[in-house]
């Protein structure tokens, strides 16, 4: 069963440092992984989405990149800023035929940005 | 587009009681599903459709109905509510034949089961 670890589970940075929040899964048989950004009480907004066959995607202030082989994904924030603050989730969409892209997500990384 | 919308947003319960979340989506897409977010627990599929008609069970689909008799709507029903069914829970919709299988979630409903 896929297992998806998001470490830390908590961040806290001055304004201006770049963030780096990981994700690590342990099967490599994915079709794609997603990040998400969480504001508190709130839905889920998709930041970036990675095809298995793509090495990192890149948005703005925002970079992830994906290492299927060492079963990792790594969500860059440049330049940090107060209205970073959020939690960061991760999900991994499965390859199997019969999952049709059901996510498996971890427990997110809830990140302060302090001014 | 107004994307995927939730109703209600926040609700309390007694247990025992049952009740229906709603969820729609205006993008035409064939696949939907349904999550429950925990603390310190990520988010779980409960129930999932791949289109009108079909409907199958996610990881904790115990407690939980659906049916999806229209490409818009996936409601979620609740038989008989337990204070172990307390979460947010979120829709999701995504394209059925788009290469990318983007999902989108909608804004949430906040359950306390008492």
């Known amino acids: 069963k896929q297992e998806v670890t998001q470490i830390p589970a908590a961040l806290s940075v001055p304004e201006g440092e770049n963030l780096v929040l990981n994700c690590s899964f342990t099967d490599s048989a994915i079709y794609n992984l997603q990040w998400f950004r969480q504001d508190p009480g709130k839905g889920l907004t998709s930041l970036l989405l990675?095809?298995?066959?793509?090495r990192e995607q890149t948005s703005g202030r925002l970079n992830a990149s994906l290492d299927k082989s060492s079963g990792r994904s790594t969500l860059y924030i440049a330049a940090s800023q107060p209205g970073d603050s959020a939690t960061y989730l991760c999900?991994?969409?499965?390859?199997?035929?019969?999952?049709?892209?059901?996510?498996?997500f971890g427990a997110g990384t809830q990140v302060v940005v302090t001014p | 587009n107004a994307g995927v919308t939730q109703t209600p947003k926040f609700q309390v319960l007694k247990t025992g009681q049952s009740m229906t979340l709603q969820c729609a989506q205006d993008?035409?897409?064939?696949?939907m599903s349904w999550y429950r977010q925990d603390p310190g627990m990520g988010l779980r599929l409960i129930h999932y459709s791949v289109g009108a008609g079909i409907t199958d069970q996610g990881e904790v689909p115990n407690g939980y109905n659906v049916s999806r008799s229209t490409t818009e709507d996936f409601p979620l029903r609740l038989l008989s509510a337990a204070p172990s069914q307390t979460s947010v829970y979120f829709c999701?919709?995504?394209?059925?034949?788009?290469?990318?299988?983007?999902?989108?979630f909608g804004p949430g409903t906040r359950l306390t089961v008492t």
């Open positions: 990675i095809q298995s066959s793509q």
């Open positions: 993008m035409n897409h064939e696949y």
């Open positions: 999701a919709s995504r394209s059925g034949t788009s290469g990318t299988y983007e999902q989108y």
């Open positions: 999900a991994v969409g499965p390859l199997t035929t019969d999952s049709w892209g059901k996510l498996q």
